[in-house]
């Protein structure tokens, strides 16, 4: 004889046939489904002589409805922030843009080891002129002319934008 029962505490379905049982993970106990499952297991094997409240199940019922409404309320913030995440982008997008033709300095990291495996990290000052924008995995970046050629710069790592006073 097959029986079924879902664990609330772990979320784990265990059908057991004999002396066999086999557990698959259920994804959320936060669904109608699951909850009709559970609802029809306790009328089944409620004490007829002793029945739940009507109450408990309105309860239970309650306390459905507001998980799902929790969920759908985090699905809506996490689409929320995609979008201020999308806005911040182009805002960059737009300031950058701004730069086009802006003489800007930037720094990088170079590290050095010598003969007996010392490291020494240095950082180098670079100036160019803004060329362009560039997106690179939702990251924007600024397009540089520098000295003959052409690097990508990312925002993080520029440190002054317009005359460096070094000009003549």
């Known amino acids: 004889m097959a029986t079924s029962a879902v664990n609330p505490t772990t979320g784990t379905t265990s059908t057991s046939s004999n002396s066999t049982t086999k557990t698959s993970s259920v994804d ?3 669904n109608e489904d699951t909850f009709m ?3 029809v297991a306790q009328m089944k094997n409620q004490d007829p002589l002793n029945p739940l409240d009507g109450t408990q199940y309105v309860s239970q019922l309650s306390q459905l409805t507001s998980t799902e409404q929790i969920s759908k309320m985090a699905t ?3 689409t929320m922030s995609s979008i201020v995440d999308n806005l911040n982008t182009s805002v960059l997008v737009g300031q950058l843009s ?3 033709g802006q ?3 930037w720094s990088t990291e170079s590290s050095v080891t010598d003969s007996k495996g010392n490291t020494t990290t240095n950082k180098v000052q670079h100036t160019g002129v803004a060329q362009g924008v560039t997106i690179s995995d939702g990251t924007p970046s600024l397009v540089v002319k520098e000295g003959s050629g052409v690097t990508t710069v990312s925002v993080s790592d520029l440190t002054l934008i317009g005359k460096t006073g070094l000009e003549s």
């Open 103 to 105: 003489n800007v300095t």
């Open 28 to 30: 959320t106990l936060a």
């Open 76 to 78: 809506a913030m996490n």
């Open 37 to 39: 499952q559970l609802l």
């Open 98 to 100: 701004s730069m086009i």
